[in-house]
């Protein structure tokens, strides 16, 4: 009887130890986090008091903290206090301009700055250039005339500005614009721009995601019809 309870109460604090243990591997610190927002456009003043979000996420992705700072005169933040997540993600971002700007981060890149470069806004859209373009046919139904196919393109913004189209005034089409074959369907896009809505115009489509400065890619599938033994198109960036 006796032996039975110490095994029990050993196992007990043998787990308990194990517990203790994992909580401590997992979630170290207190960490305090530097950063600086810079502002990539050449000449622009970068105001005070832009306020900086925080999300720490832990491997599973279950949240483990947020918080708020402000920047300074120099767009200077600081996060204090903050739990270092073993095998954790940290990100940080702010809204300038109408644009979402945002960065993620190991643990272990904690020790240097965190930087988040903002730009100024333009609506001209002849900033953004396709610097690669593939489009590969996956499929050809004869028995139906159809054929499917996937485009990939490499896009550039080369400014420093971000192109913010403005959903106010369509008619100036400040907006990434694709075409596509006559009688396409059964459109499906993917892209790493943020916040991006898909509309019909013309021959095609377009994205209405603002474009920072830099390389994207946009990725999109569709179906169009055929006739005879041959096919023949016209694809761009409108």
Do not use: W
């Not at 622009?44 to 708020?68: F, I, K």
């Not at 005169?73 to 940290?90: I, M, N, T």
């Not at 700007?101 to 903002?118: M, Q, R």
């Amino acid at each position: 009887m006796n032996r039975r309870t110490l095994g029990a109460a050993t196992l007990a604090a043998l787990l308990a130890v194990c517990l203790a243990l994992a909580d401590t591997v997992s979630a170290q610190g207190p960490v305090t986090i530097n950063g600086q927002v810079l502002n990539g456009t050449t000449g622009a003043q970068l105001p005070a008091g832009l306020q900086v979000l925080a999300l720490v996420t832990d491997g599973s992705g279950r949240m483990v903290e947020t918080a708020q700072a402000v920047t300074d005169g120099s767009g200077r933040f600081q996060f204090g206090d903050f739990p270092k997540v073993q095998e954790g993600r940290y990100a940080f971002s702010l809204d300038y301009g109408g644009v979402f700007y945002s960065t993620a981060l190991e643990p272990e890149e904690l020790e240097a700055e965190v930087v988040l470069t903002v730009y100024e806004t333009i609506q001209d859209v002849s900033v953004v250039r396709v610097t690669r373009q593939v489009v590969v046919i996956v499929g050809v139904d004869e028995k139906k005339q159809v054929i499917t196919a996937v485009e990939f393109l490499a896009l550039s913004n080369h400014g420093d500005r971000t192109l913010l189209p403005d959903l106010s005034n369509p008619a100036q089409m400040s907006f990434l614009r694709f075409s596509l074959p006559p009688g396409a369907s059964g459109l499906s896009v993917q892209s790493d721009l943020p916040g991006r809505e898909i509309i019909d115009v013309g021959r095609g489509f377009a994205v209405t995601s603002p474009v920072a400065p830099g390389g994207h890619s946009i990725e999109f599938s569709y179906t169009f019809p055929y006739s005879g033994d041959t096919v023949s198109f016209r694809q761009g960036f409108q």
